[in-house]
């Protein structure tokens, strides 16, 4: 007899847990969707430009990749999708999506397949409950540079938004050090990662159901 979708979800979690992982900031998303759908198996596959990834209520979705138009400069239709991860512990998908102009990733629930649309690649929390959003496109981001949201409950979601009063600047997650700080690094717009008053490192601390930005003093050297 066959294994269940759950269970088939949790071999593949025990799988994917090093490689296929959902909060990897990089570019290579064809090479990284390869190594998903290898190692997702049934739960994720290809045909062409269309991706479908399977959920253990036992419905689907599809991913409809318009390559053509983006050859072509449709503007308005051009859309391109990748498996880019998936996280073993919060049970999310990240669907990587590029748009003619602008980028985005879609955290998909693996259970229900609800989603949340963010503006950046999620950076999670050791236990996989909360995760950082750091939106550094200047041109065609939106008005928040810093997100935290959650993945507790049957839709992944944003519980906190803030917009830098001094910018544009450039964020970079450094670490969760634990579910209640992260470790930044804040460059003032297009000097990323050079800090010449080595006055960079900033801490996102969590305050009752809020989060505040403090940066450090600079280091001496």
Known sequence: MSAGPAAAQTAASN?????CRADIDDKKLDAR?????RELGKLAS????LLSLQFENGKSKAYQTNAKA???DDARNCIQYWL???HPVAHVYSIAIQYYEGSGVELVN???GQTLLLPGVPYFSDDGSRFLVIDNDYAHGGDDDLAVG???GDVPALQWKHTWQDGPV??????????DHVALRVFPADTAPNCPNNDCDAVLTRFDNGWVVRKLPAMQR
């Open 70 to 72: 983006c050859e072509t």
């Open 46 to 49: 290809r045909n062409g430009d």
């Open 15 to 19: 799988a994917v847990a090093e490689t």
């Open 110 to 112: 693996a259970r229900t």
């Open 150 to 152: 959650t993945t507790e």
């Open 84 to 86: 880019a991860g998936y």
């Open 170 to 179: 450039e964020w970079r997650h450094q670490r969760w050090i634990d579910n």
């Open 33 to 37: 969707e390869v190594v998903c759908l």
